[in-house]
């Protein structure tokens, strides 16, 4: 993961200061699975990442999966920015309802 993703992913996180509970554990397999099938098939996905911040954990990054590669998944979140998060770090990823989510911009 490289520096500057790191600090812009840190800036993005003080936005929203209230940590969030976790949610289960999944393992790399099924990490792995959700985000090839949201890849292929142009789904939203909500990930929550495993990084501690104030007792908690930050809140979920949501956005269409628009590359997979190596321990990287680049999501295009709402604003049109691309997101490069490392899947060693990811706690958890659930599909989104695509609808509710264009919406919500």
Do not use: C
Not at 4 to 21: C, G, I, K, R
Not at 38 to 45: C, D, E, L, S
Not at 59 to 87: C, H, R
């Amino acid at each position: 993961w490289i520096l500057s993703d790191h600090a812009t992913f840190m800036e993005d996180a003080t936005v929203s200061e209230t940590p969030v509970d976790p949610k289960p554990q999944q393992s790399p397999e099924t990490i792995s699975d959700v985000l090839e099938d949201a890849w292929q098939n142009a789904k939203i996905v909500a990930i929550q990442m495993g990084t501690i911040y104030n007792d908690g954990l930050l809140p979920d990054v949501e956005g269409a999966v628009i590359g997979y590669w190596d321990d990287q998944v680049y999501l295009q979140q709402k604003t049109g920015d691309v997101k490069a998060l490392s899947t060693t770090d990811i706690r958890n990823v659930q599909l989104l309802n695509p609808d509710k989510w264009w919406a919500l911009v």
